[in-house]
């Protein structure tokens, strides 16, 4: 979806409502999915703990990365994973010698900052600056944008889909004079339903269901409200997406009252992208409670515990792999080869790996690249199916069944 000037002739959204922004929701049926949720992340932590720290680091690395990746996927940029992880390692402390991305690496700093800066206060000043790490130099593609302030343009901002002439108008923000005003209730509820140290942090809503804020609002409630309440305002003239789901891992971390960020939400929305859109395009749309869009985006939550919990478990086959082959004499077209293989996990490596895809990701001839794969075929780091020309190598993690 792009961004438009167009007109609209209505207005519809909930901004326009006349109790906005007091936004509510029924506690009732939320009850359930958010005590499922909680009990889902509960498990994830205690498979942390379980761990130990020697596994913790590469855990990171995987599931930071995989936000990253995700959440600019969902606005159909695509990053490159060596670019993600190379900075993701810097950012971590890990020695890395990949290449650097100006655009990379302030995503990353974005993320890092949102998910371990939680006891520092969510303002105007840190937004606008996490605007201007999305975007080095000002440009978003081949376009000069707005960068470290509030939009300011006098025409309509709108997310827009369809060809020139029969654009499908999906949503209009605020018009750009509002956005001061519209922000500062917003950042005041922000401080307002911040956690206190020291004060009870419920896992359920109990009966509070204005979401006009005290810190006894549920963590994961508080994100949905947050979430869907930042891109209603849309204060940027790009990166809204970007920065809203930052908000939610700042909202998770002053939950949790810890800088991790072993959790991965970005990840399940980007697979249920259009469903994220819809749900968010309907509470737009929709009178201020937003009891359908908060349930919604729990269950997003419960289910994004579970992959994360897979993801955690892939982390860890890819860790031991590791382990398993410490003393192996491996070059570095190997090594390369090898975490190409294992990041693209049980089954990702599309065909299988062949002599002639070895070459062009190593660069070698084919009696260098021939002889690579001999060599790890024989210490077991490779597995093979098939035989002469139709020969393919999968990377030898048993839990793996390489479908």
């Known amino acids: 979806m792009a961004r438009s000037n167009g ?38 932590e205690g498979k942390l703990a379980a761990i130990g720290l020697h596994h913790r680091e590469a855990i990171l690395l995987d599931t930071l990365s995989s936000e990253v990746m ?54 105007e000043d840190r937004l606008c600056r996490w605007q201007s790490a999305l975007f080095p130099g000002g440009l978003s593609g081949l376009r000069r944008i707005a960068v470290g302030r509030y939009r300011d343009h006098h025409d309509p901002m709108q997310i827009v889909s369809g060809r020139p002439g029969r654009e499908v108008v999906h949503y209009e923000a605020p018009p750009s004079s509002e956005v001061p005003m519209q922000m500062q209730a917003f950042l ?8 206190r140290a020291g004060h009870p942090n419920p896992a359920a809503l109990g009966a509070c269901a204005d979401a006009r804020a005290t810190p006894d609002m549920d963590g994961i409630a508080r994100a949905a409200i947050a979430h869907l309440w930042f891109e209603t305002i849309h204060p940027f003239e790009d990166g809204n997406g970007r920065i809203g789901r930052a908000i939610i891992d700042l909202v998770f971390a002053q939950h949790l009252r810890q800088g991790t960020r072993l959790f991965s939400l970005s990840r399940r929305l ?14 737009q749309r929709g009178g201020c409670d937003v009891t359908a869009w908060v349930q919604w985006f729990v269950q997003q939550w419960a289910a994004a515990c579970i992959e994360t919990g897979d993801l955690i478990d892939q982390a860890l086959y890819k860790r031991q792999f590791w382990d398993t082959h410490a003393q192996a004499a491996l070059n570095e077209r190997q090594r390369k080869v090898l975490q190409r293989l294992l990041d693209a996990g049980d089954g990702g490596f599309l065909g299988g790996l062949t002599a002639e895809k070895y070459m062009k990701i190593t660069g070698v001839s084919k009696a260098t690249a021939t002889r690579d794969l001999a060599q790890l075929l024989a210490a077991g780091q490779l597995r093979s199916r098939g035989a002469g ?5 999968e990377v030898n993690v048993p839990q793996w069944a390489h479908p």
């Open 270 to 283: 980007l697979k249920v992208r259009m469903a994220y859109y819809d749900a968010l395009n309907q509470a």
């Open 389 to 393: 020309r139709g020969i393919r190598y």
């Open 70 to 123: 995700a959440t600019a996927e969902i606005e159909g940029q695509h990053l490159s994973l060596e670019s993600v992880r190379s900075s993701v390692m810097r950012k971590l402390g890990i020695a890395a010698n990949g290449p650097r991305d100006r655009q990379v690496d302030g995503l990353v700093d974005v993320i890092n900052d949102a998910s371990t800066g939680f006891v520092e206060p969510l303002d």
């Open 7 to 44: 007109a609209s002739k209505s207005n519809p959204w909930i901004w326009g409502q006349a109790h906005w922004p007091h936004l509510t929701f029924d506690v009732s049926p939320l009850a359930s999915d958010l005590a499922q949720a909680h009990r889902l992340h509960g498990a994830v």
């Open 188 to 195: 005041e509820w922000f401080a307002a339903s911040t956690p």
